[in-house]
T-cell receptor
Framework: DTGVSQDPRHKITKRGQNVTFRCDPI?????LYWYRQTLGQGPEFLTY????????KSRLLSDRFSAERPKGSFSTLEIQRTEQGDSAMYLC?????????????FGPGTRLTVL | QQPVQSPQAVILREGEDAVINCSSS?????VHWYRQKHGEAPVFLMI?????EQKGHEKISASFNEKKQQSSLYLTASQLSYSGTYFC?????????FGPGTRLSVLP
């Protein structure tokens, strides 16, 4: 297994544009997480899936953010009408079980820059 | 609620020891520790579970005081490769939250 992959690795966009990121988890992992990380901070939880079901969504996540995992495999995170404050590293992670007792495997991230 | 980590940063010489602390105001089910090198993704180090079970790296040790909702990560005989930012993540049964991180620099 090659681990968690994310695409693209870098994205530069203009304010107001929509962007979509993809995450491919480790194949046997049924849990998938999205985080946002800014410089000097820890990963900030956005949302997570168990198979195709979105179980939790951060209150910090505005309506401009949406995530899907249609077949319980890969996931997409879409940001509509991007703002400069959305500039960050977006990390995806996967695991075989719930976060209380299973480690998460992180992908390399997608760095978003909103001009 | 985000856990608190201390210190914010530490600088060591190779071979020295370090302790990184993580505390929460909530009752915890588990504490995770991850290390992130500059420009890379976080990498799992250890999980400490309520009840005393630990899962993780053989060369890294940690403790979890369930009564105080505190965890400490012990780095002994540090190597240059230990440099990076260490994050604790806490699970309180409702939310999994990462701390702000402790930046560790090991100098030759």
């Amino acid at each position: 297994d090659t681990g968690v992959s994310q695409d693209p690795r870098h994205k530069i966009t203009k304010r107001g544009q929509n962007v979509t990121f993809r995450c491919d988890p480790i194949s046997e992992h049924n849990r998938l997480y999205w985080y946002r990380q800014t410089l000097g901070q820890g990963p900030e939880f956005l949302t997570y899936f168990q198979n195709e079901a979105q179980l939790e969504k951060s209150r910090l996540l505005s309506d401009r953010f949406s995530a899907e995992r249609p077949k319980g495999s890969f996931s997409t995170l879409e940001i509509q009408r991007t703002e400069q404050g959305d500039s960050a590293m977006y990390l995806c992670a996967s695991s075989t079980g719930p976060p209380e007792n299973y480690e998460q495997f992180f992908g390399p991230g997608t760095r978003l820059t909103v001009l | 609620q985000q856990p608190v980590q201390s210190p914010q940063a530490v600088i060591l010489r190779e071979g020295e020891d370090a302790v990184i602390n993580c505390s929460s105001s909530k009752a915890l089910y588990s504490v995770h520790w991850y290390r992130q090198k500059h420009g890379e993704a976080p990498v799992f180090l250890m999980i400490l579970l309520k009840g005393g079970e630990q899962k993780g790296h053989e060369k890294i040790s940690a403790s979890f005081n369930e009564k105080k909702q505190q965890s400490s990560l012990y780095l002994t005989a540090s190597q240059l490769s230990y440099s990076g930012t260490y994050f604790c993540g806490t699970e309180d049964g409702q939310n999994f939250v990462f701390g702000p991180g402790t930046r560790l620099s090991v100098l030759p």
